[in-house]
Each structure stands twice: as structure tokens, then as C-alpha cells.
């Protein structure tokens, strides 16, 4: 979302409502006190009909601010293009090692996949996590971890690789033909995929308290082979 966006819905979503109720006071109490002989009424029905117009207006507004959020700011990350229980979209990246990885040829395994860069700070800190937490600890034949490096060559993921010592496999995508089938933007993030193909999990940006959630699924699919 651009700023020049941001700044118009809130001029038009916050603002100008509040504007409006603003003029609504003023000109009530403007009929009070230029029309009061023509009016008819007691001060005290006068200031009950301002409050009956002002508890309208907060009930307009309120109604006028459930549309406004319901369509400019929806629920969910309109940038995730996956869903929890979908078929996880087939994609191939070359590993490290210049092995093709396709997602669809490990079907039977259950796949942890992180989208990343290198220069990613939020990514620099949830990658250690994963080794520490998740791949050191599952030792099973039947799971696979694999970093995959958005718009990143082999020549600038080897070093990171070999600096921190990971062991699972790294991937790029230098043209983030992978990662569009996923997301439009926003790393890091990860995935939890199932033997059957579909994804179990995934999460976007650094969490820590994401990792062992991450660690729990991938536990239970194993068990349930």
C-alpha cells in the first residue's frame, strides 16, 4: 500500500467524518441561538434533540467505519496467495549443489520451506532458529528443510550458508519465479508442507514464538506415518 493511499483513507475514513459531526454541533447550535424565538422549544428539548442528532451521527459513523475497514483495510495479508489446507503450488529451484529441487517429486516427506535473503535482518535471525530448534533436533529420513533465496545468486547464498553452518539445503530464486506463486511481497516465510502436498502451516515476517509451532507440526506429521 502506497502512503499517498494510506493518507486519503484516512483522510476520508477518520477525518472527515469526525469533520462532519463537527459542522452538524455547530450548525444545530447556530439555529439555537439566531432562531431561538421561531423554534418552539424548551432549552432542555433543544439540547435532547442536539443529543438524540449526535448519538444518530455516532451510529452513522460507526456503521460508515465498519464499511470503510471491511474494504480498504480487509482482514488476512492480501500479499499471501496460500491458504493453510491448499495444494502447496509446484515450483523447481537449483540447489547449491546444482541439483534440481521439485516441490511435487518429494511427495511422502514432510517439507519445511523458507523463502529468505541474505541481507533480510528479520531472516538472518529466524534461519538460526530453524536449524537450532527444527532441523537439528527432528532427525527423520522423511523430512526435508530447504532455504530458498528470493532474487539471490549462488555466489551470494554459498558464504551465508558456510558463515552460519547450515546444514539443510539452500536454494535460489533469482527471478522469484517460485516465490510468486506463493506471496507478492514479504519475507521472510515459511511453510510446513505435508506428505500429501498440502501446506499444514505458514507464516510471514520474524516470529519467535513461530519456531516451535513449526517444530510441533512437523512432529505430528511424522507420527501419523
Not at 74 to 96: H, M, N, R, W
Amino acid at each position: 500500500m502506497q502512503g499517498s493511499d494510506i493518507s486519503v483513507r484516512i483522510l476520508f475514513g477518520i477525518l472527515l467524518p469526525l469533520i462532519i459531526g463537527g459542522f452538524t454541533v455547530l450548525i444545530a447550535y447556530i439555529i439555537r441561538v439566531v432562531f431561538k424565538k421561531n423554534l418552539g422549544v424548551t432549552k432542555k428539548q433543544f439540547l435532547v434533540r442536539v443529543l438524540l442528532g449526535v448519538c444518530a451521527l455516532a451510529i452513522a459513523t460507526a456503521a460508515y467505519y465498519s464499511f470503510f475497514f471491511a474494504v480498504y483495510f480487509p482482514k488476512g495479508d492480501p500479499s499471501t496467495l496460500t491458504k493453510v489446507g491448499q495444494i502447496a503450488p509446484d515450483f523447481e529451484v537449483t540447489k547449491l549443489d546444482e541439483a534440481k529441487f521439485r516441490l511435487s517429486d518429494f511427495r511422502g516427506k514432510v517439507i519445511v520451506a523458507s523463502f529468505f535473503a541474505t541481507w533480510c535482518p528479520p531472516c538472518q535471525r529466524t534461519l538460526p532458529l530453524l536449524d537450532k530448534t527444527v532441523w537439528r533436533e527432528i532427525k527423520d529420513e522423511r523430512f526435508v528443510m530447504l532455504a530458498i533465496a528470493r532474487e539471490q545468486t549462488e555466489d551470494e547464498v554459498r558464504p551465508f550458508q558456510q558463515e552460519h553452518g547450515f546444514t539443510f539445503s539452500f536454494a535460489t530464486d533469482p527471478n522469484r519465479t517460485a516465490f510468486a506463486k506463493y506471496a507478492t511481497k514479504g519475507i521472510p516465510r515459511l511453510y510446513v508442507i505435508t506428505p500429501g502436498g498440502r501446506i499444514a502451516y505458514q507464516s510471514q515476517g520474524y516470529d519467535e514464538d513461530e519456531i516451535p509451532k513449526i517444530k510441533d507440526t512437523v512432529k505430528k506429521l511424522l507420527k501419523r506415518r
